[in-house]
């Protein structure tokens, strides 16, 4: 059975960094974007960053110059370093990997931006 794992959410102070890493544990053939969303408390879900497997990204514009996505396509291993983290960056993170098959959901990290 596939899972998507993620860790390294928390709390941290305004302008501070966190680290988000995502692993999928089982065997995925073709993922072709892999990535982040997030949900903030009475809003909808957006996508936060995506990396496809040729290495193209795509970037929120909110979090354009503050967010980086990397991706080990060996390891099937998606990261997302948030760097100068703003109050509305709250919110839970999900990691996905989508295939032409089926998309998978890590179980969601909480974020926490608050002096």
């Known amino acids: 059975q596939v899972q998507l794992v993620e860790s390294g959410g928390g709390l941290v102070q305004p302008g501070g960094s966190l680290r988000l890493s995502c692993a999928a544990s089982g065997t995925i053939f073709g993922i072709n974007a892999m990535g982040w969303y997030r949900q903030a408390p009475g809003k909808e879900r957006e996508l936060v960053a995506a990396?496809?497997?040729?290495?193209?990204?795509n970037y929120a514009d909110s979090v354009k110059g503050r967010f980086t996505i990397s991706r080990d396509n060996a390891k099937n291993t998606v990261d997302l370093q948030m760097n100068s983290l703003k109050p509305e960056d709250t919110a839970v993170y999900y990691c996905?990997?989508?295939?032409?098959?089926?998309?998978?959901w890590g179980q969601g990290s909480q974020v926490t931006v608050s002096s």
């Open positions: 990396i496809t497997s040729g290495g193209s990204t």
């Open positions: 996905f990997a989508s295939t032409v098959m089926e998309d998978y």
